[in-house]
Every structure is written in C-alpha cells, then in structure tokens.
C-alpha cells in the first residue's frame, strides 16, 4: 500500500517564527489533505489539495503530485497554531501519516 | 446538524463486554468512514461505506468489529468481546462522495476498556 512519511516529527518554535512542514508519499494518489489535531483531539480540515497552491490566512499549502509531495507553511505562529499536523492521502481509502507534532512557546 | 456528530464523545465499558458506537454524518454525504487512533499515533483506516455499502474493510482488526450503514445515513461500529488493546479514540468522517471531496470529521468517541 501507500506509504505516507512525514517530517519533521516534532518541531519546537518561538511565537512569531515560520515554518514547513513536509509529508512525501510513495505512489499516485487521488487527492491528498491537511489536517490540524488540536490539543482537545478534533482533528480539522486545513487544505484539501491533490494540486497546485492554497492558501488560508497564514497557512499555505503545495502539492507537486508529479513529485509525490505536499508542503504545509505556516508564517507568524501562534500558540494556538500548537498540535499535530497531519497530511492524508487517498488512493482509494485514505492514509495517515504519522503526523507533526508542533509546539510554538509563548 | 452542520458537522459530524458522534455519540457518547466517552464510553468506559469492561473487558469481554459489547459496545456501540454511532455515526451521524453529515447530510447529504455518501460517504463514511471509521478510524481507529491510538495516543501518538496517526488515524488509522477501519472501513468504508459508499451509501449503504461497505466499499473497503480491510482495516478491521478482526471479526469482532463490525460495522453497519443500513439506509446509508448513519453508522454504527460494534465491538463485541471487548479487549484492553480495544481502548482508543474511534474516529468518524465523511464525505460528499468517495475519493474527489474532502474528509470531514466527527470529535470521536473515547473508549476505555478496563
């Protein structure tokens, strides 16, 4: 089956800093997304991008499918912007990975 | 409702007992799926319904989860001779259809076996 990696799998950074994280995948896929899990466990629907660039706010987001990747920034953290950040793919059911584990300090 | 909701958000039941838990996705959407997380883990695939159907289930652990969508709406994942390992936060989402449109996820349901 497909494989999701996603890195870096934990990440620690002052309020006000940017960031990337990254999540490669190991065969085509039919869309893939970016999900948020807060510290009370609700997972929340940042991107849904198969292609191309979006972007929310202070979120933006790339997949480059023909080079099987996707790239989440996240510019001017904040501490709410804490959590862990996971990117799914769908071939025919959806696939998680293990996620990044994001921690801003006040 | 506007989201996906599941109920009880907490259930603590005994080893060796049957346990419930339901879906209510958002209307309209077609299609549903469970997962199953464990603390530090990523979500992982249970099972899929298109409409009343179960697409995939390949994620079942064994025979005593079972789910069912009977008129392609809600859902209900059953657990029977419930197991310690059991214990995890079972989530539900759904989608307008199938692979195409964004997941939406319900808050889960915490279960603890004791």
């Known amino acids: 089956g497909i494989q999701v990696e996603q890195s870096p799998p934990d990440l620690i950074l002052q309020e006000g800093a940017n960031s990337t994280l990254r999540c490669n995948f190991s065969?085509?896929?039919?869309?893939l997304q970016w999900f948020h899990q807060n510290p009370w466990g609700q997972l929340i629907n940042l991107f849904y991008i198969p292609s191309g660039t979006k972007q929310n706010g202070r979120l933006s987001a790339t997949t480059v499918a023909t080079e099987r990747y996707s790239l989440l920034y996240i510019s001017s953290s904040q501490t709410t912007d804490s959590g862990v950040y996971f990117c799914?793919?769908?071939?025919?059911?959806?696939?998680f990975g293990k996620g990044t584990r994001l921690h801003i300090l006040p | 409702g506007a989201g996906v909701s599941q109920t009880p958000s907490n259930k603590v039941t005994e080893k060796g007992k049957y346990v419930e838990l339901r879906c209510d996705p958002i209307?309209?959407?077609?299609?549903l799926y469970w997962y199953r997380q464990s603390l530090g883990q990523g979500p992982e695939f249970l099972i899929y319904?298109?409409?009343?159907?179960?697409?995939?289930d390949s994620g079942l652990p064994n025979d005593r989860f079972f789910a069912v969508r009977p008129e392609g709406s809600v859902s209900t994942l059953k657990i029977q001779r419930t197991e310690r390992g059991d214990s995890a936060v079972y989530l539900c989402?759904?989608?307008?259809?199938?692979?195409?449109?964004?997941?939406?996820f319900g808050n889960g349901t915490r279960l603890t076996v004791t």
């Open positions: 065969d085509s896929v039919n869309n």
């Open positions: 989402a759904s989608s307008l259809y199938g692979s195409g449109s964004p997941l939406h």
């Open positions: 209307s309209g959407h077609t299609a």
């Open positions: 799914a793919v769908r071939d025919d059911k959806i696939i």
């Open positions: 319904f298109q409409g009343t159907g179960a697409a995939d």
